[in-house]
Structures are given as C-alpha cells and as structure tokens.
C-alpha cells in the first residue's frame, strides 16, 4: 500500500465531511415500501379465528369420545334393529327392542353393515387442537416480550413467570398421564383449562404491563431505561 | 465519488430506497453497516458509469507512478486534500476514491467500472499528479 493512501485510510474519518440535506431522509421516507402493521382490531381477528378453530376441534374431539366410548359389556350383548321394508319407514317408526337378544358372531357383522364414517385419531385431533392453543399462547408471548417496560422492576412480574412455569409442568404431567393411561374426557378438560388459565394468565400480564407503563409514564419516557421481560 | 452535491444526494436516496426494498435479503443483523455500504459504493459505480466518458487518450495513458518529492501530503489540512479531491476530473475522480478510500483493488476497479486494470492505475497515477497540483494551487491562495 503506498504512502498517501495509507495516510488518506488513517485519516478517512476527516474526509466524511459532506452531509446529505434533509430532504433526502424525506424523499427516502417517502419513496420506502411501507411495512404493514397489524392494527389490534385485525389482531383480535386474527386471534378470534385461532380461538373458532380450537373450540371446534375441541368439540370434535369430545363428540368423537362420546362416540368411541365402549359400551359396557357390548362383546356379550348386542341390540338387533328389525329389519323393515323402506316404504314402511314412515307408517310405522321403528324403535329398537327394549329386550337384548345375545347372538353371538352376529355382531361383527352388523358393525360391518353400518357404514360408519371413517374415524379420525382423537390423539391425532388433541395434537392439533394442542398446537392451535399453543399458537396463541405463542404470539401473546411474543406480543409480551416485545412490550418495553419502565416503571417497575423486573421482579414485579415474577409472580407471573412462576405461575406460568407451573402451568407449563401441569401440563407436561398431564400430557404424561395421556401417554401412560390413554385420553379421556376429563383429562382432555383439564389440558384444555390449562390453556385456558395460560391464556388468561398473558392476558392479565399483558394489560398488568399497559397498566404499569401507562400510569407512570412521565413526559420524558425515551430517556427512561426501559427493559423487556424475559418469559 | 460522483464530485457533485446533488448528484451524491440522488445516489445517496435510491440507495437508501433499493436497500429497503431489499432489507428482507439480509441475512444477518449485525452486517447491515456493510451491507448498506455496498449497496451505496455499488449505486455510486453504476451511476458513475454513465456519468463518466472516458477519453481515448485517457486509457492509453502512461501506468509508471511519476516521482515524488518527499511525503508533500504529511502535515496537510484533509479538509483542502477533501475540496482537492473533488475537483479531480471525472474519471479519475472515481478511481481514487475507489481505490484508496474504499481499497479497492485496480482489478476491482476494473471489473467494476468496466474498463481496463492499466487504465484503472493510470487513472490513479493520474488523480495523484492532479491532487498536488490542486494542493499547491490551494495553498498558494489561501496560504
């Protein structure tokens, strides 16, 4: 490298002497593409829809178990529907007989007559009922740690964390016992209150901050050193 | 680069603009001094290659460096070898600052800039002969 560039590199921070007018951030800001930016009324709507989903599959799911509920003693006992001419349908409403007669061999059969349709995993149906909850609980919690806080300390909102993580082993416990045991309606209840607690959990967290950073906001504020909770 | 306010202006805002509408092509956060940079050194070669008509003469000139007496730059205001440099006629303007500001190499130069490497040095030679000048003639107004 030669003398005078070396020299000029040395001093290259000297040579930044030229500023660019106003007018060019202006035009800049103008001319750049504008990011979209959900406003909380699409956000709402875009939480009811996650919401509508989950609370069907939620309902999927219970119907699907009342369905695939055994029936006590069904191997030994089956109910026979008479079989009745279609044109008699409505004449004469057909009611099943109160007396149950045992045959034997003869209830494979008619479970292969009725077309059923076809059945879907409940496992397969919790998991992606799980997944939609979990979704929400995500973007709240991406929401929350976005959300600049001043005014209070850090440990003002512990209590929040700590109960949160116990939600969180609640649930792996939960989720264990599905695994060992098989599902039933009243664990797929609790997993769906445990979500549901979570949900209101963030919920109360994140107005807690609105409240926190709203009442004690002073004219100032940029200069304030604010911080983001880790959660 | 380009020797001229507005025109540096001009360059400056679509470089700004073309690096916003590619922002979502960074790839990593903590490279966007330079990424901007080059977006901003590239728009400045590409507006100067239009801007530049290179002389015949220009390209053919002689690529030894001319001899110099002693370091005649050491102790000099960079506020006068600044206006100095902005008076370096088009062409060898862009090689010089290429080449010492922003080290590039005359290969670099050359490839970018869509002429010759001897003519890259040439034009280096060139922008140093013509800064002395300046200087000197700078010096001898304003003392």
């Known amino acids: 490298m030669d003398k005078l560039k070396q020299h000029l590199r040395a001093h290259r921070e000297q040579l930044d002497i030229d500023a660019p007018g106003d007018a060019v951030w202006l035009n800049v800001k103008a001319a ?36 695939s509920v055994p029936v006590k003693n069904a191997g030994a006992v089956a109910f026979v529907m008479p079989a009745l001419p279609a044109t008699n349908k409505k004449q004469q409403p057909v009611l099943p007989s109160t007396e149950p007669v045992a045959q034997p061999g003869s209830e ?88 549901q607690q979570k949900l209101d959990l963030l919920k109360t967290l994140k107005s807690e901050i609105g409240k926190v950073n709203g009442s004690r906001k002073p004219a100032n504020a940029d200069s304030l050193k604010s911080y983001f909770i880790n959660i | 680069m380009t020797g001229d306010q507005r025109c540096a202006e001009d360059v400056l805002q679509d470089a700004f603009i073309i690096a ?32 530049v008509q290179w002389k015949h003469e220009l390209l053919h000139e002689n690529t030894e460096p001319a001899e110099e007496a002693g370091d005649w730059w050491a102790g000099l205001d960079l506020e006068t070898v600044h206006k100095a440099i902005k008076q370096l006629p088009e062409g060898c303007r862009q090689v010089f600052v290429l080449y010492v500001l922003e080290d590039y190499t005359h290969r670099d130069i050359a490839q970018s800039m869509g002429i010759s490497e001897s003519t890259s040095k040439s034009q280096y030679q060139r922008a140093r002969q013509l800064l002395k000048q300046y200087i000197n003639t700078l010096m001898a107004i304003h003392g």
């Open chain 1, 108 to 195: 494979k059969k008619s479970l292969a007559n009725n077309k059923k349709p076809a059945r879907i995993d409940p496992y397969e149906l919790l998991g992606s009922f799980s997944n939609n909850y979990a979704q929400l609980v995500k973007l709240q919690l991406k929401s929350i740690r976005n959300t600049p806080v001043w005014g209070e300390e850090t440990g003002y909102f512990n209590d929040f964390k700590s109960s949160l993580e116990q939600m969180d082993a609640d649930e792996a416990a939960l989720r264990s016992v599905i695994k060992k045991n098989g599902l039933d309606e009243h664990l797929l209840e609790q997993v769906i209150h445990i979500y």
């Open chain 1, 32 to 67: 750049a593409p504008v990011v979209k930016k959900l406003s909380p009324v699409a956000l709402l709507y875009r939480y009811a829809a996650v919401l509508l989903v989950a609370a069907g599959l939620s309902i999927g799911i219970l119907l699907l178990l009342q369905n």
């Open chain 2, 20 to 51: 916003f509408k590619e922002l979502g092509k960074l790839k990593a956060a903590e490279n966007f001094g330079g990424w901007l940079r080059r977006i901003v050194i590239n728009e400045c070669i590409r507006y100067c290659k239009q801007a």
